[in-house]
């Protein structure tokens, strides 16, 4: 019998700076290389997916990336198991490595479960529990700010202020002619805010 894994990379621009390896764990110690891939230059900006079948086993799964912060851009990587999620990442600093048992079962969650459903007990109370803490307040008496009168500022009769744009002292000088697909007969003014 044996389990399948993916492991997907989706390169950066510098894939032939990457490579991967997986590694059956043994209890002598000497690991032993089951798949290794180095990039290419063909690599670059694409989806590599190596699929593979391993016995039942302790394994290791290792990236690295010569020169730096892992994977640029887009760039990123998975290993799955039927499916499943065994690890991912895109950044990282030199190598990066997980390892993992096969047949796979994902960690349990830390995160509580929710349920729609009342939960059904064995020894269900009597009465129902008691808070100290009221679920609801009694209205205000008085409301708590005064509603404002009348607006304060009332609208201007006349303009206040010049415009904004205004024709200059002297005219701007350009020494290249526009061109026109219709010109006109007569020469056009010009003004610069």
């Not at 209890?27 to 997916?49: A, E, H, P, Q, S």
């Not at 394994?59 to 998975?78: A, K, P, R, T």
């Not at 995160?111 to 803490?133: E, G, L």
């Amino acid at each position: 019998t044996c389990y399948w894994i993916d492991v997907i990379i989706v390169f950066d621009r510098w894939a032939t700076r990457t490579s991967w390896n997986v590694r059956r764990i043994n209890d002598v110690g000497d690991n032993i290389v089951v798949k290794t891939y180095d990039g290419t230059w063909d690599d670059r900006f694409m989806l590599r997916k190596e699929s593979m079948c391993l016995k039942e086993g302790q394994y290791q799964f290792s990236i690295y990336v010569s020169l730096g912060g892992g994977l640029g851009g887009d760039g990123h990587y998975n290993v799955t198991s039927y499916g499943q999620l065994i690890v991912e990442g895109a950044e990282f600093r030199g190598s990066e490595t997980t390892i993992f048992s096969l047949p796979f079962s994902p960690a349990p969650s830390t995160m509580p479960s929710i349920s729609y459903k009342p939960s059904s007990s064995a020894n269900p109370s009597v009465r129902p529990s008691s808070s100290s803490t009221p679920t609801t307040t009694a209205p205000t008496l008085v409301p708590t700010f005064a509603p404002t009168l009348a607006p304060t500022f009332s609208p201007t009769l006349s303009q206040t202020e010049p415009p904004a744009y205004s024709p200059t002292a002297h005219p701007s000088e350009s020494y290249t002619p526009s061109m026109s697909p219709s010109p006109s007969a007569l020469p056009s003014a010009s003004f610069s805010p």
